[in-house]
């Protein structure tokens, strides 16, 4: 639901813990192909010695997804986004939850456009 902003018109200010977001046709089109595809990788505690060439094999080895059909990057405030070629594969992570990576286990959730991210 759109409705058109002023700037500076003190009426039109945000509440405490809300956000405006101005979105192009073009940045819609991202948040709805991440929206589908991505899924946000949290760690219980910092773990540096985990890359983005960890994330994939560890999900690869435990969930049977070739690593070849995800790309993951650095991601904030979560660790990590994994982009799948397929909303299949995210599905089924997001129904596991979880993977074991190097001794320590990757909580898998859905990206929201609340999770932002850097």
């Given at each position: 639901m759109?409705?058109?902003?002023?700037l500076?018109?003190?009426a039109?200010r945000p509440?405490?813990?809300s956000?405006f977001?101005?979105?192009?046709?073009?940045?819609?089109?991202?948040?709805?192909q991440?929206?589908?595809?991505?899924?946000?990788?949290?760690?219980?505690?910092?773990?540096?010695?985990?890359?983005?060439?960890?994330?994939p094999?560890a999900?690869?080895?435990d969930?049977?997804?070739p690593?070849g059909?995800?790309?993951v990057?650095?991601?904030?405030?979560?660790?990590?986004?994994?982009?799948?070629?397929?909303?299949?594969?995210?599905d089924?992570?997001?129904a596991a939850?979880?993977?074991?990576?190097?001794?320590?286990?990757?909580?898998?959730?859905?990206?929201?456009?609340a999770?932002g991210?850097?």
């Open positions: 759109a409705r058109e902003y002023h500076g018109e003190p039109q509440g405490r813990g956000t977001t101005f979105c192009s046709a073009s940045t819609e089109d991202t948040v709805d991440l929206r589908f595809s991505a899924v946000l990788v949290s760690l219980p505690e910092p773990h540096p010695d985990i890359t983005t060439h960890h994330v094999r999900i690869d080895r969930l049977a997804i690593a059909r995800m790309h990057s650095k991601h904030h405030p979560e660790p990590f986004l994994v982009r799948f070629e397929h909303s299949g594969h995210r089924i992570v997001l939850g979880r993977a074991a990576c190097r001794g320590t286990t990757l909580s898998l959730a859905p990206w929201t456009p999770a991210g850097h």
